[in-house]
């Protein structure tokens, strides 16, 4: 037993000095990881892809450091290469030589571990990882995972409980081994072992009611955790990669030529944006109205706007349509996912929002791009601050004459889209 017992701690002391290495090493690696992003990135890759400087792979192989160590060489190349070329020494020459005397800059200020540690990332740089916005079938782009040098703060808080945990492991094994050399020289009988798990029981025993308390905050955290991850659902980072987002479409169709110069209205276009939930995409035989005559374009001459003529089976030259039809494939901007339910004319006609508010002003690109995140927390914030237009608005009138009974005595209260139900789950999913 008592064999035994040394055994683990030393298992443990082991494990814990293990996990300590393991964790500067990772701490380690993300420093000079960042050190190269913000010193050398811009001139060298860790491919074999020459940027201003020669790419970085197998450079460890191919540097021919005369009479010093390749560590060395590297060392002094990183430092001051200046100084190493005027050195007169041969592989300095070469290289410099060989990109057109291309001037790296010199690192007096980097420290050498620092330069040592550098040395070592491009040694043994990390594998990629691909990074850019990843079309789904359902043609929504979704976050890519962004590439990180180090470690997540996460695996930091739990390796430093599993360390922790086993040095009050081993602090027990001792106690116990004090506590019952103390009971033998007093004569008094040795207390049996018991395993941890009874320890913690009896504890919990004697402590109930700081247990309870622990137990209510831990409860509370996750509950608010939980809460917070719900309302923001990763939406800051979803909005990153999707911010700007604006695909290439089939016709190079630009809404600054037809809703900015010609000041065609968006409802021309967009004909049941008040009507109905969807605002709607035209058909070829809206284009039609006008390009049966506009056969020319601006930028594009007739390229482009053959491609309408291709989409609706018009032939210019009869002016008949022979052609089989062949609908253009426009490529979704905005999308929701389907449990969500969005109402165009509820917000564009009853809320009295502009277009604007929600796409950017779109009279001014050329491609259409996402502007607003179109998340939960969106909507939110505007049902939160929004107020409802409920003066002369037939609708509303009635409720409008309800809730001012309501708030009565209350001033300065605002009718905010939430006071109506904004916030209601089952407004927004199905
Ligand atoms: C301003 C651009 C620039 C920056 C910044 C830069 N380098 Fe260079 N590096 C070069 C050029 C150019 C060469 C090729 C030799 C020459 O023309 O001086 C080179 C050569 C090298 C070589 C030798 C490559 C070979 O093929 O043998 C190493 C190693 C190197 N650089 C490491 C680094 C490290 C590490 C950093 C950051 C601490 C860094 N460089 C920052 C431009 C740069
Ligand atoms: C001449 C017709 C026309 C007019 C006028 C027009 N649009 Fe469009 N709109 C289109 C077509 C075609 C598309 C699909 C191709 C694209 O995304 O560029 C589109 C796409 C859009 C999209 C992106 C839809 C998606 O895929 O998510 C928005 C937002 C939009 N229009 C808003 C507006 C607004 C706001 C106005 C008024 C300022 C307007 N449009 C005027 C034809 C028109
Ligand atoms: C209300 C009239 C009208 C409608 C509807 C209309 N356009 Fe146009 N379109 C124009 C005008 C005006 C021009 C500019 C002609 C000029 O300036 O020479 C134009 C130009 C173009 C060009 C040429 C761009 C360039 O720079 O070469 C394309 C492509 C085009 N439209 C596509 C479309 C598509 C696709 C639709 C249907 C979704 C559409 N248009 C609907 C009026 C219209
Ligand atoms: C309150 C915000 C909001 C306002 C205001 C708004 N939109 Fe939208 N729009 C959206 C959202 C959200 C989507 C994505 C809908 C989906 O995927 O179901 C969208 C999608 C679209 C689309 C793509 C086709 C469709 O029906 O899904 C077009 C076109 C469009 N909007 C045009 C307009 C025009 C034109 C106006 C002004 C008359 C307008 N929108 C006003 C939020 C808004
Ligand atoms: C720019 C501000 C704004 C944004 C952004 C917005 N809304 Fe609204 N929303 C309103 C206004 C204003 C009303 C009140 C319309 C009315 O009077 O019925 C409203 C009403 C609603 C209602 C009806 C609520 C009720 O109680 O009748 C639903 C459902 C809704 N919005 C869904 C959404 C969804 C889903 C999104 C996000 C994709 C969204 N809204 C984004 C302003 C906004
Ligand atoms: C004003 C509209 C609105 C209200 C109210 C609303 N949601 Fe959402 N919710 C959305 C939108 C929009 C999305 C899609 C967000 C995205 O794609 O990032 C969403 C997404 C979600 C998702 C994520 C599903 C997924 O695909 O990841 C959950 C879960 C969710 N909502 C739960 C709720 C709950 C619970 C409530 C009530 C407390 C609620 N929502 C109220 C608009 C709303």
């Not at 070469?94 to 291309?102: L, R, S």
């Not at 001792?174 to 009896?202: C, D, M, W």
């Not at 107020?387 to 037939?394: L, Q, S, T, W």
């Amino acid at each position: 037993m008592q064999n035994n017992m040394s055994h683990f701690s030393l298992k443990s002391l082991f494990g814990a000095v293990f996990l300590f290495f393991a964790f500067s090493f990772g701490l380690k690696a993300q420093d000079a990881a960042k050190i190269f992003k913000q010193n050398c990135a811009v001139c060298h890759a860790l491919t074999d892809q020459k940027l201003t400087g020669p790419g970085l792979a197998g450079v460890f192989d191919r540097v021919q450091p005369g009479s010093m160590t390749k560590d060395a060489w590297l060392h002094s190349w990183i430092k001051n290469n200046e100084k190493l070329i005027k050195s007169g020494d041969a592989y300095a020459n070469k290289i410099y030589n060989e990109n057109g005397k291309a001037a790296m800059t010199v690192f007096e200020s980097l420290s050498d571990k620092e330069i040592d540690d550098v040395i070592a990332y491009i040694k043994a740089p990390p594998v990629p990882t691909t990074t850019g916005p990843v079309t789904t079938t359902g043609g929504d782009v979704v976050a890519a995972e962004e590439v990180k040098g180090g470690i997540d703060p996460l695996y930091l808080l739990l390796g430093s409980i599993v360390i922790l945990a086993i040095v009050l492991g081993a602090l027990r094994s001792v106690r116990h081994s004090l506590q019952n050399s103390y009971n033998r020289r007093e004569g008094k009988a040795e207390k049996p072992e018991i395993t941890f798990g009874e320890e913690i029981k009896e504890w919990i025993g004697s402590h109930r009611r700081l247990v309870g308390v622990f137990v209510i905050i831990i409860a509370f955290g996750g509950m608010k955790s939980c809460w917070d991850a719900c309302y923001d659902l990763g939406v800051y980072y979803d909005w990153e990669t999707q911010k700007g987002y604006h695909p290439e479409q089939p016709i190079k169709f630009s809404h600054k030529l037809h809703a900015g110069d010609n000041e065609i209205a968006c409802q021309y276009c967009h004909n049941s944006v008040e009507k109905s939930r969807h605002a709607g995409i035209p058909t070829v035989n809206v284009c039609m109205n006008c390009h049966k005559g506009i056969q020319t374009g601006p930028q594009y001459g007739e390229k482009e706007i053959a491609k309408i003529y291709a989409a609706s089976g018009f032939n210019p030259k009869t002016g008949v349509y022979d052609a089989p039809e062949n609908p253009i494939k426009w490529i979704k901007v905005h999308t929701l996912p389907d449990h969500v339910y969005f109402n165009h004319s509820q917000h564009v006609v009853v809320g009295k929002q502009e277009c604007a508010t929600c796409h950017g002003d779109v009279k001014k690109m050329t491609t259409v791009e996402q502007k607003t995140p179109l998340t939960m927390k969106w909507c939110i914030e505007c049902h939160r601050k929004t107020e409802v237009a409920m003066e002369g608005n037939a609708y509303y009138d009635r409720m409008h004459k309800a809730l001012k009974e309501k708030y009565k005595g209350q001033y300065d209260v605002k009718f905010t889209v939430d006071k109506i139900g904004g916030l209601e789950c089952a407004k927004c999913h199905y």
